[in-house]
């Protein structure tokens, strides 16, 4: 079992800049795709960005502006978000996934003010 504990949310004014940060507790991180993806209200669950071996995967619209990391070291994976806007606004869940089913972080909340 991994745990992901997601931090980092917050509100912020629109235009504005946010880091997302997502611990993993396990040995293996970096075999681990990892991923972000945020849930707004009334609406389905959407990948926003996702890092693995193969490189880095961006929603069209964050592209340009979102950036995923990881620091191996660190068990951690971040996205960066600049130039918010207030449709970015949603509850953000940390993934990731090695075999089979994917685990899920508890979900970080990012409001945007316009």
């Known amino acids: 079992q991994v745990q992901l504990v997601e931090s980092g949310g917050g509100l912020v004014q629109a235009g504005g800049s946010l880091t997302l940060s997502c611990a993993a507790s396990?040995?293996?991180?970096?075999?681990?795709?990892m991923g972000w993806y945020r849930q707004a209200p009334g609406k389905q669950r959407e990948m926003v960005a996702v890092?693995?071996?193969?490189?880095?995967n961006y929603a069209d619209s964050v592209k340009g502006r979102f950036t995923i990391s990881r620091d191996n070291a660190k068990n951690t994976v971040y996205l960066q978000m600049n130039s918010l806007k207030p449709e970015d606004a949603a509850v953000y869940y940390c993934?990731?996934?090695?075999?089979?089913?994917?685990?899920w972080g508890q979900g970080t909340q990012v409001y945007v003010s316009s």
């Open positions: 993934m990731g996934q090695k075999y089979g089913s994917p685990y």
């Open positions: 396990t040995r293996t991180f970096s075999s681990y795709a």
């Open positions: 890092i693995e071996s193969g490189g880095r």
